[in-house]
């Protein structure tokens, strides 16, 4: 069936692909975004771009702590609220109202105005896990996440249970683990290290580089999302991730050799607070009930986002 489908951080990486794919299976779209000062309106401008030329496509630039959300929800039936503050690492001390407000109040006022719709697909983040001392970890895993942005994602999931049980708003929680490709954020790792190739500095990589990441390219993310709205059951919860699991020492290598450079020299740095150890899904369970199967090779998605990369970034 068609849906009119609200969604939000639609101007973001991962939002602006899934808009693309909800466009693609019929759906019509009205994308929200606030554009905060996170990263650079510049590139979501860009993101934004092939959407707003597309039939059954609306933007409406909207801060959801600052409007009637009931506002935003005239003829929509399902809900994907991808909006937040992100990056674990920058949550910490004054920063941190901006998370709770983002991550915490918005997903509350959203709720909310969420009562009529059929299905809410929350997005959250395998930082609510934490440090697992098993992996690959389940969603039945106990929630101790080690960052103030990781507990701002665990209160939003605790939000939607919440209003699913009192308000009866139909909301499934997903689980994204490292999403990568084209549009990725600037303050994500791979973006960094990319550029860091192109402008010919040195690729820094944080800690002893042995930690480790389960990616997913964002195309075979979006798909994932994409299953969830018809084929994701309410109350549930779904990791969602490539199974392309790999350390940060090994990626860096990797991207030196999708990129031509395999002498370029590699830093390694100080631990940051808020980064678990190890991140690994067992994603069996989107597998099952989502019928989600990723795609894309983690050697082709490096290609795809370093072909993007090259062409926003000239290299002088």
Known sequence: ?????????????????????????????VGVDCFTDQYGR????????????RSGFEFVDADLTKVEPISLMDGVTAVFHLAAHSCARNSWGREFPHYARNNVRATQVLLEASQHVRKFVYVSSASVYGDRPA???????????????????????????????????????????????????????????????IDGRPVNVYNDGNQTRDLIFVKDAADALAAALDRGAVGETYNVAGGSVITMRDLAAKVKEVMGVPDHQVKYGDEWRGDARHSQADASRAREALGFEPKVSLEDGL??????????????
């Open 303 to 316: 290609a795809r986002q370093v072909e993007w990369m090259r062409e926003v970034i000239p290299i002088s």
């Open 42 to 53: 510049v590139q979501k401008d860009a993101n934004l771009a092939a959407l707003k030329g």
């Open 1 to 29: 069936m068609s849906d009119t489908i609200l969604l939000t951080g639609c101007a973001g990486f991962l939002g602006s692909h899934l808009a693309e794919r909800l466009l693609d299976d019929g759906h019509t779209v």
């Open 135 to 197: 992996q690959p970890t389940p969603e039945s895993a106990p929630l101790r996440p080690v960052s103030p942005y990781g507990a701002t994602k665990m209160a939003g999931e605790g939000l939607c249970d919440t209003y699913r049980v009192a308000n009866r708003v139909p909301a499934t929680v997903v689980r994204m683990f490292s999403v990568y490709g084209p549009r990725q954020r600037p303050d994500m790792a791979l973006y960094k290290w990319i550029k860091a190739i």
